[in-house]
């Protein structure tokens, strides 16, 4: 984009030597001076806006943070009750964490494992229904016989990529 100044301006400074000019206080170097100001500003402003860069809006990568397994959540899907053990017979196990910026494109997948055999037990995945920020997210194993007793992991895939595994054990 060129900018240049326009005609207010230049007459001013023409009105300016002008005035120099009849009273006796300038001389033809001032006008010429003056022209030159004008030009390598103009020459500048140009310059600046041909260098100038348009910086793209920076995406942020969804995450997640303070993962922890738990007996129960709130309404809220906060996380009560945090515990890393469960007694033997338990019917529910709750995986609860924090997810920060994330689309609506985004998927969200938590893999439950039975270390003990190396079976999967279950998967499960959601899509945030809005983008935003900040937002508590929970994922629940339940079985009506109850978990067997052993040790299980959690792998969480944002959008496919594995992000974080937490550990937890039935006793």
Same mark, same amino acid.
């Given at each position: 984009?060129?900018?240049?100044?326009?005609?207010?301006?230049?007459?001013?400074?023409?009105?300016?030597?002008?005035?120099?000019?009849?009273?006796?206080?300038?001389?033809?170097?001032?006008?010429?001076?003056?022209?030159?100001? =004008?030009?390598? =500003?103009?020459?500048?402003?140009?310059?600046?806006?041909?260098?100038?860069?348009?910086?793209?809006?920076?995406?942020?990568?969804?995450? /997640?943070?303070?993962?922890?397994?738990?007996?129960?959540?709130?309404?809220? !899907?906060?996380?009560?009750? /945090?515990?890393?053990?469960?007694?033997?017979? =338990?019917? %529910?196990?709750?995986?609860?964490?924090?997810?920060?910026?994330?689309?609506?494109?985004?998927? %969200?997948?938590?893999?439950?494992?039975?270390?003990?055999?190396?079976? /999967? =037990?279950?998967?499960?995945?959601?899509?945030?229904?809005?983008?935003?920020?900040?937002?508590? %997210?929970?994922?629940?194993? !339940?079985?009506?016989?109850?978990?067997?007793?052993?040790?299980?992991? %959690?792998?969480?895939?944002?959008?496919?990529?594995?992000?974080?595994? /937490?550990?937890?054990?039935?006793?």
């Amino acid at each position: 984009m060129k900018m240049t100044i326009k005609y207010p301006v230049i007459i001013l400074l023409i009105i300016i030597a002008v005035s120099f000019t009849i009273i006796g206080c300038g001389d033809q170097t001032t006008s010429v001076n003056i022209d030159i100001a =004008v030009e390598t =500003v103009e020459e500048t402003i140009e310059e600046d806006l041909n260098n100038e860069e348009i910086a793209e809006p920076e995406k942020k990568t969804i995450s /997640i943070s303070d993962t922890v397994t738990c007996k129960d959540v709130d309404a809220n !899907s906060k996380p009560l009750e /945090i515990t890393d053990t469960f007694d033997t017979g =338990v019917k %529910i196990v709750h995986l609860a964490f924090n997810v920060h910026n994330y689309t609506t494109e985004d998927l %969200i997948t938590a893999q439950w494992n039975y270390l003990e055999t190396g079976e /999967i =037990v279950y998967t499960t995945d959601t899509k945030p229904p809005s983008d935003g920020e900040f937002n508590n %997210i929970e994922f629940y194993l !339940s079985l009506d016989t109850g978990l067997l007793s052993g040790r299980y992991n %959690i792998e969480i895939y944002l959008n496919d990529d594995l992000s974080e595994t /937490i550990e937890f054990s039935i006793k």
